[in-house]
Structures are given as structure tokens and as C-alpha cells.
């Protein structure tokens, strides 16, 4: 006999354990995903490769493909009625929508994280942090809570198969672009206790904190576990951290010369990506200077909107061995 078992959606997915309000705000990012998937498909047939000729609220050269994306994703949600107001990566200010004070989220985003990777053909990535605004609260405000706070967390991984990654709050859930339908693919993502990789980008190891050093050597040389482990390292946060996830291992930017704070923003970076790693069994942590106490990145209270962080996210065996001063106190 045929068995057939019918495929669930994204929607039916998030609406059936989490509601129809989120589910609603979640498809619309999903849906505006699948057209800036179109667009990165055949962006070297058409004049939208390449720099725009202007630079974002973090100094970076826009792309032409950033520009896109911002432009996609903050229209769906300006016309989500569930969405009170979007804080963008491209964008210096959050972009509140008028004739939406009571809607109950904000969505906080990076359009298209590694897009200097795309002229290369390396995966990029859509990341939004969705936080709820509680009644009275300012948007920018809501925007502003602790990374515990999120409602969701997803990001969408523009790779040779399109998977969208999300969280409510009970596990992390695997989707695949079909047809323009986003489909289960893996319901309670896992990561490995243990993984074979590390990834850091080691052109910049010299500004390491000593001890951040020699935990890294320990991997290499397998002092510290007894094996040896593995590097990688592709420049798209995106596909290091969608590998760390599904193999396992360590993802960390600690702080540099170039980036004493680290590189990765709190909110729209790390905040969701530190959500969907916990969820599957993982965590995430700062990585400090020497002598400074690590912190759960989901505890981090945000004192502005692209503030960036320093950052460890992986398995539990790997943020557990980081030095003693960074996370003894946050191992469970
Ligand atoms: P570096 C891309 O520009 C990005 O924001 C992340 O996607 C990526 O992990 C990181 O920067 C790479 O930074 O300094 O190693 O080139």
C-alpha cells in the first residue's frame, strides 16, 4: 500500500503550536523570503549584483541585494497588521508604522547577513528577532528588551536547498523552499553534544585574548577532548552557524582590535541565532576580554538598537571548556 504522509507547512506548523497572530507574521517573512530567494537565483543576469554606491548605519558597503531585501521585507511588514514597527540592519532608525500602536510585534532584522559573499555564490542569509510589544510600550522600546524576551527567531538560509530555521519557544523546527512552500523538514533540531568544528576566522587570532588562544589550540591539537577538531570557516554567519547547528562544534568572533566589542549585532544577529542554538540544545555566550565575567547572551540588556557583541555559540561540551573566567557559572 502507498503510504503518503501529508508534507506540513510552515504555517500549519507555527499556527498549530504557537498560534495564528505569530504564524500570520512569520509566514509574511517567509513569504517575503521566497522573493528575495528569486532575486539572489538570477541576480547575475540583471544589474542587482554588486555595491549600490552607498553605506549603511554600520558604515558597510550596501549591496545592491541588501538594498532589495531591506526594501521586501520592511513593506510585508509594514502591511502586517501584526506589526507595529521594523528595526532594520539597513536602517539607523526603527521605522514605526503609523496606524498600528496596538499591534503586538516588533520585527527586528538583517535583511541579507553575508552579502559580500554573493558576487562568490556563498550562501547568505535573512535573520529577524520577533519581540512582542507589551501594551504602552513604545516599539523601540519592546525592541529593546533582553533576548529572552523573543517571541520567535528565524533565519532563512539561501543555500543550494533555501531552508527557513525558526523557534517559538519550543524547539527549533527545519523548513525547505518547495514550489514557493516552505515544508517540514525536521521537527526538534538537535545539535551534537559535540561537534568536529570550530570556526573562527583566524586572520585576526593575534588580538584573541591569550586564554581564547589557547582554547583554540587545545581543538586543533586535541588536548582539550582528545580529538582533534576540524576548522571552518565560510564568512556567512548564516552557513557557519546552520553547520554548527546540524554537526555540532563551536562558532566564536571574540573581540578584536578592529572590533573590540565584537562584530556581530545583539539584536538582529546574535539575539535570534542564540535563541534557535538554545532551543536545539546549545548555547551562547559572550567572550570578554580576560578578567571579564562571560555572559548568556540572552540576558544581555540592549542599550541600543545595532549595538554588536562578542560571541561564542555552539554545543554545550564546546561553551562549557571555554575558559574558566568566560562560562563555569553559566554551564547548567
Ligand atoms: P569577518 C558578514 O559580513 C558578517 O556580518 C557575518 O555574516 C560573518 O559571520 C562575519 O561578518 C564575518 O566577519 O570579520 O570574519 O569577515
Known sequence: MLRFTMPVTLQHHVQQHHGAELASVIQAIAEASVLIERSLRTAALSDILGAQGSTNVQGEQQQKLDVLANDLLTEVMRQHPAVAAAISEEDEDAIVFTGKRDAAFV??????????????????????????????????????QAGSAQAGALYVNYGPAT????TAGRGTHSFTLSNGEYLLSTEGLTIPPQGPYYSVNEGNADDFPADIRDYLQ?????????????ARYIGSFIADLHRTLLKGGVFLYPPTVKAPNGKLRLLYEANPLAMLVEQAGGMAVTVPMAGMP???????????LHQRTTLAIGGPVEIGALPARATRHLVA
Open 218 to 230: 587545545s581543538l586543533r591539537s586535541g588536548g582539550l577532548f582528545g580529538t582533534r577538531y576540524g
Open 107 to 144: 520585527a527586528i532584522y538583517d535583511p541579507l547577513d553575508g552579502s559580500s559573499n554573493i558576487d562568490v555564490n556563498v550562501n547568505v542569509g535573512t535573520i529577524v528577532s520577533i519581540q512582542r510589544v507589551a501594551s504602552g510600550i513604545e516599539p523601540t522600546a519592546a525592541a529593546l
Open 294 to 304: 562571560a555572559e548568556r547572551i540572552l540576558d544581555l540588556l540592549p542599550q541600543a
Open 163 to 166: 531552508m527557513l530555521v525558526y
